[in-house]
């Protein structure tokens, strides 16, 4: 006895054919999830490393401030400026000597977005007495829908003594 299949070819090819165009689209289905999922993922990723990436840019302005600036205490050398004690609230794209020392570190930053203060929490700046530089930058996030939409506040801050 023959099968339905045998005796009618064409019936067994439209349901193999029918078969193939489902699955096509549910390929299409699954490969749009996966590579929005993908996308996503790689996009927060770059969004953290830019994020990381700032916040070290950041942090390493800084210290460089704060390293010029425990050289030029009240004992510093005639050709270099003495800086503070008063405090000093600036952002990097300023004149001022501590913007253009701290703007050298802020490679892949725009200065204009970064605000800079300098104090001297001992109320001087003689040999030993502290200087603190706080650095800080808004980061807005590339895919605001993973990580907000407010923009993220990096901060960096280092305090030292003065040395000269």
């Known amino acids: 006895m023959k099968t339905s299949s045998t005796r009618f070819p064409d019936r067994a090819m439209t349901r193999r054919f029918a078969t193939i165009h489902q699955r096509r689209g549910a390929v ?59 405090t000093f609230n600036g952002s990097a794209a300023d004149s001022s000597e501590i913007a253009t020392t701290i703007r050298s570190a802020l490679v892949a930053l725009e200065p204009a977005n970064v605000s800079i203060t300098a104090e001297w929490p001992d109320g001087g700046n003689a040999m030993n007495d502290r200087v603190r530089i706080l650095v800080s930058y808004q980061h807005q996030p590339i895919v605001p829908f993973l990580f907000g939409t407010e923009p993220i506040v990096l901060r960096g801050a280092s305090t030292m003594r003065i040395q000269h």
């Open 28 to 86: 299409v289905i699954e490969g749009a999830v996966v590579l929005s999922v993908i996308l996503i993922l790689l996009l927060g990723m770059l969004d953290l490393a830019m994020g990381v990436l700032r916040f070290n840019l950041v942090s390493e302005a800084a210290r460089r401030g704060t390293r010029e600036a425990i050289v030029r205490g009240e004992l510093s050398e005639p050709e270099r400026a003495s800086w503070g004690p008063s």
